[in-house]
């Protein structure tokens, strides 16, 4: 299994609502990251964990929480988004900290 | 040939021909380099990946040329096919031991059949 899964595929949510989304890997892989892409934009960093912990967070507002629960699953949980986090959110992984293979991205609207 | 849109730089090449796509890179003490390709609706794909100590790495029709006293990376694409078409992206690791991989912001590569 060489793939990372990101579920759900499309997301739309309220300015009140609390959603999550999930990203899946069984690889092997002790990294794993979530990603920001706005349309016609590189990806930009948002959390990196390593072995479980996190191990960098590039300033990212606490409407976003990440979750590890364990070394094939991420969460990223979110709650009171303005339209402005409306974006694809990619998931990643790797087995050292170096080459990542992504998902597909969940698209996230908020209205 | 090779414009610069709004947003993102476009190169647009005729099916068959050959495809240089360019990039610079911004700390020089980034280590590790890597070249990713993201069809629409999907998320970016590993193409090829080349450390510092190296200056060419080869893989299928593709080939990644490093440049570290300019900090210039590029991606050639032989006899590039219509599948070929997609945004390309180079990203640096500029956190060593941290993963923190950083984007370029983009080349969209379009053939022409």
């Known amino acids: 299994d060489t793939e990372v899964t990101q579920t759900p595929k499309h997301l739309v949510m309220g300015m009140t609502n609390k959603k999550s989304l999930k990203c899946e890997q069984h690889?092997?892989?002790?990294?794993m990251y979530w990603y920001k892409q706005k349309a016609k934009k590189p990806p930009e960093l948002m959390f990196v964990?390593?072995?479980?912990?996190?191990?960098i967070n590039e300033s990212v507002p606490s409407r976003f929480s990440p979750e590890c629960p364990n070394s094939s699953l991420l969460n990223l949980h979110l709650h009171a988004l303005q339209p402005e986090d409306s974006a694809l959110y990619l998931c990643?992984?790797?087995?050292?900290?170096?080459?990542?293979?992504f998902g597909s991205g969940t698209q996230l609207s908020v209205l | 040939g090779e414009s610069v849109g709004l947003h993102l730089p476009t190169l647009s090449v005729q099916e068959g021909d050959n495809s240089i796509i360019n990039c610079a890179y911004s700390?020089?003490?980034?280590?590790?380099f890597i070249w990713y390709k993201q069809e629409s609706g999907k998320g970016p794909q590993f193409i090829i990946d080349?450390?510092?100590?190296?200056d060419k790495r080869q893989g299928q029709r593709v080939t990644v040329l490093l440049n570290k006293t300019v900090k210039h990376l590029s991606l050639q694409i032989a006899a590039t096919q219509p599948g070929d078409s997609a945004v390309y992206f180079c990203?640096?690791?500029?956190?060593?031991?941290?993963?923190?991989?950083?984007f370029g912001k983009g080349t969209k590569l379009s053939v022409k059949p």
């Open positions: 964990y390593s072995y479980e912990k996190l191990s």
């Open positions: 990643a992984s790797s087995l050292r900290l170096e080459k990542l293979f």
């Open positions: 690889m092997g892989h002790r990294a």
């Open positions: 080349i450390r510092s100590n190296m």
């Open positions: 700390n020089s003490a980034s280590d590790y």
């Open positions: 990203a640096e690791n500029i956190g060593g031991s941290q993963g923190n991989l950083i």
